[in-house]
Nanobody, 124 residues
């Protein structure tokens, strides 16, 4: 049973923008806070952004503050990650996630659900 479905990845030049989308099942969207992770080759999966269930308070990794914005559309049960001023070091597979310590940097708990991931490649 598919719970989280990402879309919107692709290739872009440095300085460009992309918007990732994550469509969630009704149960997940209504029950869990939402966030985004990424994993580059040879590196651990890291939290990028998180948002309280229903919207409101957000958290961002220092590496993306001021460039990335997480948002959600409650009617569409979809979470977005707007990525601006992209850098080559942002290249990674990006995963939508539900649950865990969404606005605390995922320090105390990890997500309960994961999407399949979408690739983002930023060229210099």
């Amino acid at each position: 049973q598919v719970q989280l479905v990402e879309s919107g990845g692709g290739s872009v030049q440095a300085g460009g923008s992309l918007r990732l989308s994550c469509a969630a099942s009704a149960y997940i969207f209504r029950s869990y806070c939402m966030g985004w992770f990424r994993q580059a080759p040879g590196k651990e999966r890291e939290g990028v952004a998180g948002m309280y269930r229903g919207g409101g308070r957000t958290w961002y990794a220092d590496s993306v503050k001021g460039r990335f914005t997480i948002s959600q559309d409650n009617a569409k049960m979809t979470v977005y990650l707007q990525m601006n001023s992209l850098k080559p070091e942002d290249t990674a597979k990006y995963y939508c996630a539900a649950g865990g310590d969404c606005v605390g940097g995922y320090r105390s708990s990890r997500p309960s659900y994961w999407g399949q991931g979408t690739q983002v490649t930023v060229s210099s």
